[in-house]
């Protein structure tokens, strides 16, 4: 494997070692924005927040786009590979439509009172 590709734009979330993954990432090189965009506007209109799987059942995308978008808009990885802050940040937990819990996901200055200083992610 030659390693990740040089992105113009911030690196996209990828499994390290995983030809397949790398390609799934470059795919979405060009989609990423618009569907972050989407994911992000859809949280900040979510009066309670929402889980991953609401998420993807609200605006009909799949889990494999949803879950690297939610990782770039909390910011995750070390070192910090996204160029803007930290947008939303997880508290408390709702079950999915599998009848698993989920993570709750609030834009930042949105969150319930309290969970500032206590997000579970």
């Given at each position: 494997?030659?390693?990740?590709?040089?992105?113009?734009?911030?690196c996209?979330?990828?499994?390290?070692?995983?030809?397949?993954s790398?390609?799934?990432?470059?795919?979405?090189?060009d989609?990423?924005?618009?569907?972050?965009g989407?994911i992000?506007?859809?949280?900040?209109l979510?009066?309670?927040?929402?889980?991953?799987?609401?998420?993807?059942?609200?605006?009909?995308?799949?889990?494999q786009?949803?879950g690297?978008?939610?990782?770039?808009?909390?910011g995750?990885?070390?070192?910090?590979?996204v160029?803007?802050?930290?947008l939303i940040v997880?508290?408390?937990?709702?079950?999915?439509r599998?009848?698993r819990?989920a993570?709750v996901?609030?834009?930042v200055?949105?969150?319930?009172?309290?969970a500032?200083?206590?997000g579970?992610?």
């Amino acid at each position: 494997m030659s390693g990740p590709a040089n992105y113009s734009q911030p690196c996209l979330p990828f499994v390290r070692d995983s030809d397949t993954s790398v390609a799934a990432a470059e795919s979405m090189r060009d989609l990423a924005p618009a569907a972050r965009g989407r994911i992000y506007a859809a949280i900040c209109l979510a009066t309670n927040g929402l889980t991953g799987d609401e998420i993807e059942a609200r605006l009909k995308m799949k889990h494999q786009s949803v879950g690297p978008r939610i990782k770039e808009l909390r910011g995750q990885g070390k070192p910090r590979r996204v160029p803007w802050p930290v947008l939303i940040v997880g508290y408390g937990s709702r079950l999915t439509r599998g009848h698993r819990p989920a993570t709750v996901w609030y834009a930042v200055g949105r969150e319930p009172k309290g969970a500032s200083d206590a997000g579970t992610e």
